[in-house]
């Protein structure tokens, strides 16, 4: 069988926050502000595994419900200019 199931794309995700560039960019470079933030609510769990964050670096972080099915995060960087833009891909799996 040679057709896929999944096709390549880009999703481009942008955000405004009433913060400046400077605070944003220091949240997404440490790993306890990030695990704050990402955080979906109350009664979830989020620990993060490896967080390597550079160009070419990793990030794996896991998250769910307590006592129920945990999901995988991992994301990779791309592109990190200082105060100024995050590029990163990803992929989840449970």
């Known amino acids: 069988m040679s057709e896929r199931s999944v096709v390549h794309s880009t999703i481009v995700l ?5 913060a400046s560039p400077a605070r944003v960019f220091a949240a997404w470079s440490d790993p306890a ?3 704050r933030w990402g955080s979906p ?21 896991r998250f769910g419900p307590k006592g129920g099915e945990s999901y995988v995060n ?13 590029v990163s891909a990803g992929g989840m799996t449970s």
């Open 33 to 35: 502000a990030l695990q």
């Open 74 to 86: 991992e994301t990779r960087y791309l592109d990190i200019v200082r105060d100024q833009r995050i």
């Open 41 to 61: 609510g109350e009664g979830w769990e989020t620990s993060i595994d490896c967080f390597e964050f550079q160009v070419g670096g990793i990030a794996l972080s």
């Open 14 to 18: 942008e955000r405004s926050y009433a």
